[in-house]
C-alpha cells in the first residue's frame, strides 16, 4: 500500500517570496490534514478536510496561508507572503476515519526554510 | 482546550532497560494516538487508545481513563528505538482536531 506522498521535500526561499507544498493522501482515506511542526514543538494542525470539505482551519493564518483539496484526493497548502517564523516542517496526514479517531498516516514532510 | 503534558522530556538510557514515557491530559478525550518520530523523519503512529492496553512486539501502551494518563513503555530497548515519541490527544475541550504534546526525546545507547 502507498503512503501519504509530500513534495517537495525541502524548500528554501526568501522572506516576501511564495511557495506551495503537496500532498497526496493513501487511496480512500477521506480526512487529510496539514499540520505545522516548528523546530522542538510538537505539530500543530493547520487545516482538516472530510473529503473537500473544511472541517476545522481555526489555527491556519489565513492572511498568509491558504489550502484546497481538490477533487476530495491530493491537496496543496500555499504560503503568500512568507515570513521568517513560518519555517518549519510541514506534515500531511490522511486517515478513513473522521475526527481524529482512526490510524493517522503521515508523510515524510516538507521542511521549509525562509531566509 | 485540553493540555497535554509529557514526562520525561529527554530520557537517555542503556540498551535492553525497560522504557517508560508518560502522558497527562486536561479534558475527557475521545482517543489518545502515540507516535514516533525518527530525526528528520516522518511521523509513525504506534498506537490509538481509548480505553485498556495495546502491545505491539516490544511496545506496551495503556491508558486510564479516570485518571486522564496514558503510558507507553518499551521492554529490552535497542538503540533503533531513538527517536522522538509524540502523545497526541482526539477530542476533548470541545476541540476536533489533535492536540499534541512536546514529545519525549529517547536516546538507547548501546
Known amino acids: 500500500e502507498a503512503g501519504v506522498a509530500q513534495s517537495p521535500r525541502y524548500k528554501i526561499i526568501e522572506k516576501r517570496q511564495s511557495v506551495a507544498f503537496w500532498c497526496n493522501p493513501i487511496?480512500?482515506?477521506?480526512?487529510l490534514y496539514w499540520y505545522q511542526q516548528i523546530l522542538g514543538q510538537g505539530p500543530k494542525l493547520l487545516i482538516q478536510?472530510?473529503?473537500?470539505?473544511?472541517?476545522?482551519d481555526s489555527q491556519l493564518p489565513k492572511d498568509r496561508f491558504s489550502a484546497e483539496r481538490l477533487k476530495g484526493v491530493d491537496s496543496t497548502l500555499k504560503i503568500q507572503p512568507a515570513k521568517l517564523e513560518d519555517s518549519a516542517v510541514y506534515l500531511c496526514?490522511?486517515?478513513?476515519?473522521?475526527?481524529?479517531?482512526?490510524?493517522?498516516?503521515f508523510g515524510e514532510g516538507s521542511r521549509l526554510t525562509v531566509l | 482546550k485540553n493540555e497535554v503534558e509529557q514526562s520525561p522530556q529527554n530520557l537517555t538510557a542503556q540498551e535492553g532497560e525497560f522504557i517508560t514515557i508518560n502522558c497527562s491530559y486536561s479534558?475527557?478525550?475521545?482517543?489518545l494516538h502515540w507516535l514516533q518520530q525518527h530525526p528528520g523523519g516522518g511521523i509513525v503512529s504506534l498506537f490509538m487508545?481509548?480505553?485498556g492496553k495495546k502491545k505491539h512486539g516490544r511496545l506496551i501502551a495503556t491508558i486510564n481513563i479516570q485518571e486522564k494518563h496514558s503510558s507507553l513503555h518499551i521492554t529490552a530497548s535497542h538503540p533503533r528505538d531513538s527517536a522522538v515519541y509524540i502523545c497526541?490527544?482526539?477530542?476533548?475541550?470541545?476541540?476536533?482536531?489533535?492536540?499534541f504534546g512536546k514529545g519525549t526525546h529517547l536516546i538507547i545507547q548501546p
Open positions: 496526514a490522511s486517515s478513513l476515519r473522521p475526527r481524529n479517531t482512526g490510524e493517522l498516516f
Open positions: 487511496s480512500g482515506h477521506a480526512t
Open positions: 478536510f472530510q473529503n473537500n470539505g473544511v472541517v476545522d
Open positions: 479534558v475527557g478525550i475521545s482517543a
Open positions: 487508545l481509548s480505553s
Open positions: 497526541a490527544v482526539a477530542g476533548g475541550g470541545g476541540a476536533d482536531g489533535l492536540t
